[in-house]
């Protein structure tokens, strides 16, 4: 049984810029491979170095007209409420539009994904009027203001894994903080972003505030960062994207930029956790998306006493797990992105064994058209195996175990990656140390994974990135200070 018939979708054509949906004569047109088949969908144009230059030209008239920056903010959220209301009307579209393109089951896309991205834009819109400045402490007959501006333009680049709700934390917010934007979505997963992009338009939005871009990274991504009408760079991708970008923004500028990137998250369980509830959190954690999340929990670091016990609860809610199309009503583990990304799963399985991991089950490669990886679990002593170290961004689960808390700490602290953790147990004192111990953006205790409070910002320590999305902190990133004196 599917939930619709993918043939029958309609393909939004081209980029978007000044309120309609464009084709120029850009040289490159590249396939659109649909995940669930492994076959062409749709064909893509790259933006020319022209087409970037018009869409980054009108968002910038956009912005020096005035019309959004200058409007009342309040006024400003009244367009992004109506955006928001337009989105959940043509939810059903999006829903299979997105999980045509991407790894996203469709009744997953309905229940998750655009509540999701609703609500975050609703955050960012009530934020618009609710943040000033501030007078400064300064000489009696000297006024000192400290007032936020918008950047301008901002250029947002994102990634393939959930297409609509990293557009969400970009746009949102750069938009109620009264910017023009810029967005190249992943050329992988093109097609909600410019129909998003429509909506916001029909919703009232000025037509050439929020222009977006196709093409691959190193062409049109990079022009949109070495632009100099960019006014700040907001990315959120793979950590080796986010240094080549943050290395453009250096060189081309300096100009600032937002980076949300990999990660390698640890889940560790102690003795004392609620064993069943927490395997069933375990398994998800990793299997959602089939593990194509940033935050996906990657690393089991679990007590030796419960090991063998918790790591069969494990592996019983791993087969039960079908694979299917994005479309299909019985998929509980969607496809890989790409025949190649579930090929360097596989070789990264293949290397750990070889380094000494103990595969306790998975492993396997089936192509049935997509690419579908078997959820796995590895029983990894060394934390030198490449399995511990490398985001895979596949369902690959590797177990550590300690019998200190100390060794927990130690086991969850990552060379690299600082995105996300989870702490399972009982004892409030145990949990409350680890939260201060673990060096890392979010903290999850007795839960896993992000929630619709959009409250609590979002973004990495170490390598896994640089500043927030959502929250409070994420809208300030769409402005800039700005010192005034008075004399009087
Ligand atoms: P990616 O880094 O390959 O690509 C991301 C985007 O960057 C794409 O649009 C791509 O075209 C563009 N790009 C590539 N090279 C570029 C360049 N030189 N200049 C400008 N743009 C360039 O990432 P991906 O494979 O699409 O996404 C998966 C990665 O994203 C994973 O590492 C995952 O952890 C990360 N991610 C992080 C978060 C977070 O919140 N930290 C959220 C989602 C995904």
Not at 210 to 221: A, I, P, R, S, W
Not at 336 to 346: F, L, P
Not at 388 to 405: A, H, K, N, W, Y
């Amino acid at each position: 049984m599917d939930w619709y018939n993918p043939s029958d979708t309609d393909i939004p054509k081209g980029h978007f810029i000044d309120g309609q949906f464009m084709s120029f004569n850009d040289d490159t047109a590249v396939d659109v491979i649909c995940p669930s088949t492994g076959k062409a969908y749709a064909q893509l144009n790259y933006a020319s170095a022209d087409t970037v230059e018009q869409a980054l030209s009108q968002a910038h008239q956009a912005f020096r007209a005035g019309t959004w920056a200058s409007m009342a903010p309040r006024e400003r959220a009244k367009y992004l409420f109506k955006w928001a209301e337009l989105i959940e009307k043509e939810q059903a579209y999006l829903a299979q539009l997105e999980s045509l393109g991407s790894s996203r089951p469709y009744h997953e896309v309905l229940q998750w994904d655009i509540p999701y991205v609703v609500d975050c834009l609703r955050f960012f819109a009530e934020l618009s009027d609710k943040h000033g400045g501030y007078v400064g402490a300064t000489q009696q007959n000297r006024l000192g203001m400290v007032i936020s501006q918008p950047y301008g333009v901002i250029g947002a680049i994102t990634p393939w894994n959930f297409p609509m709700s990293m557009l969400m934390w970009k746009v949102g917010p750069a938009l109620a903080a009264g910017n023009a934007v810029v967005l190249k979505p992943s050329e992988m997963t093109p097609f909600t972003s410019v129909y998003l992009a429509k909506l916001a338009v029909d919703a009232g939005i000025p037509a050439n505030l929020f222009n977006v871009v196709q093409g691959d990274g190193k062409t049109v991504g990079q022009a949109i960062c070495e632009h100099s009408l960019v006014g700040k760079v907001t990315f959120t991708g793979s950590t080796a994207t986010g240094a080549a970008i943050m290395s453009t923004c250096a060189i081309k500028g300096p100009k600032p930029s937002t980076l949300e990137l990999g990660g390698k998250s640890p889940q560790i369980v102690f003795a004392d956790a609620d064993i069943e509830k927490t395997a069933r959190t375990v398994a998800k954690a990793i299997t959602g998306n089939a593990g194509q999340v940033c935050v996906s929990g990657s690393r089991l670091i679990i007590h030796q006493d419960i090991a063998e016990e918790f790591s069969q609860q494990v592996m019983a809610h791993f087969s039960q797990l079908k694979t299917g199309s994005t479309w299909e009503k019985q998929t509980t583990l969607p496809p890989v992105i790409s025949a190649g990304q579930a090929q360097r799963i596989e070789s990264i399985v293949s290397q750990s064994i070889a380094q000494g991991a103990e595969l306790l089950c998975g492993g396997d490669l089936i192509s049935q058209g997509g690419s579908f990886f078997t959820p796995t679990l590895l029983a990894v002593k060394d934390k030198a195996n490449c399995a511990v170290r490398e985001e895979i961004f596949g369902p690959v689960l590797t177990m550590q175990t300690f019998d200190s808390d100390e060794q927990a700490w130690e086991l969850a602290s990552h060379e690299t990656y600082g995105l996300a953790a989870g702490i399972h147990t009982q004892n409030i004192q145990r949990a409350l140390t680890g939260m201060r111990e673990i060096e890392a953006g979010s903290v999850w205790i007795n839960r896993y994974g992000r929630s619709f409070d959009h409250i609590m910002p979002t973004g990495g320590f170490k390598q896994s990135g640089i500043g927030k999305d959502v929250g409070v902190e994420a809208f300030q990133a769409n402005l800039k200070t700005k010192s005034v004196l008075i004399d009087f």
